[in-house]
């Protein structure tokens, strides 16, 4: 602590990312607090993933400083690395070792080894529900096995600081669920979580604040919450016409109108009262749907709806 305040497990000041003439990330500021779990929401190449993988030291930033608890990921790369705990996105585990090898022989690059290690690892394994597999071979996993196998890993090194880039991408419900499970329990113990995801629903679940990044820089940051009070209305009707013929007739009916090809959204704070506002005018949509937004309704105001190659 210093002048009264608690030091912040990441700082990150004007980050920028250049691949020549690429700009991959654009003078992004953020901090994350002890114990906070923050998650980096974006399309596809928005630069979320390489953010979060130069707060990692697995890339030099091009200009910027980022510091984990007060070190210089440019300056003492193997100290900040000897904080933190990986999960990659890909599935980069041993297929010659078995469950328990993997984080036996991962281990050792911590400089553990013995008694302590194994029973570190064992106590992992309990941890992610894989203690009855630990001599299984890796190929024998499911996805998400390997993926809390994964996590087990990240975990052998006891990290202030866990990143997870992606972690349940291409799981099934009942598997993310159960990741979703394990990690929510290293919140609870205090420690600091750091995730990149696509899923609305993840972001939702486990992270106290969100940062939304687009085109390379950050477009918005708050709890899930306050993104949704913000950046949208209540609620959300959709309506289904079969044409889009009626939509000039719908502008200043309600809040924010977009109009797509097979239906027209319009934020407002009376949904009903909207719908009622619709028949008065005449129009009869095939379908009409009044829900709460969402996050995911935030996302697509802030990011468009286009697909970005």
């Known amino acids: ?73 440019r300056e003492r790369p193997r100290d900040v690395k000897k904080m933190l705990g990986i999960c990659p996105q890909e599935d980069n585990l041993d297929p010659d070792f078995d469950v328990l090898k993997n984080l036996l022989v991962y281990g050792r690059y911590y400089d553990l080894g013995g008694h302590e290690l194994r029973e570190r690892a064992e106590r992992l394994l309990d941890m992610v529900q894989l203690l009855d597999r630990k001599k299984s071979n890796v190929e024998e996993l499911s996805g998400g096995m390997k993926r809390r196998l994964i996590l087990a890993r990240a975990l052998l090194n006891e990290p202030r600081v866990l990143v997870l880039d992606e972690p349940t991408t291409g799981l099934d419900p009942q598997a993310r669920h159960a990741l979703w499970d394990r990690l929510y329990r290293l919140k609870q113990r205090g420690v600091t979580l750091v995730l990149t995801t696509h899923y609305m629903d993840e972001a939702e679940q486990l992270c106290d604040r969100l940062v939304i990044m687009d085109r390379a820089k950050i477009v918005a940051e708050g709890s899930p919450r306050e993104l949704i009070e913000r950046f949208v209305e209540r609620e959300v009707v959709e309506l289904r016409t079969g044409t889009d013929g009626d939509a000039p007739s719908l502008d200043g009916i309600g809040g924010h109108v977009e109009v797509l090809q097979d239906r027209i959204v319009i934020g407002t704070d009376d949904g009903d009262g909207l719908v009622d506002r619709v028949h008065a005018l ?16 935030v996302f697509l105001r802030l990011t468009g709806r286009s697909l970005i190659d």
């Not at 992004?28 to 114990?35: K, L, N, T």
């Not at 030291?57 to 070190?71: I, K, N, Q, R, W």
């Not at 005449?282 to 309704?297: K, Q, S």
């Open 1 to 73: 602590m210093a002048n009264g305040r608690h030091e912040a497990a990441i700082v990150a000041r004007d980050l920028v990312k250049t691949y020549g003439t690429l700009e991959a990330v654009r003078g992004v500021s953020f901090e994350v607090a002890p114990g906070e779990v923050v998650g980096f929401l974006g399309p596809n190449g928005a630069g979320k993933t390489t953010t979060v993988r130069m707060i990692s030291c697995f890339l030099p930033p091009t200009s910027g400083t980022a510091e984990v608890f007060g070190v210089d990921v």
């Open 282 to 297: 005449g129009l009869h949509p095939e379908t009409v749907l009044v829900r709460r937004a969402t996050l995911e309704d």
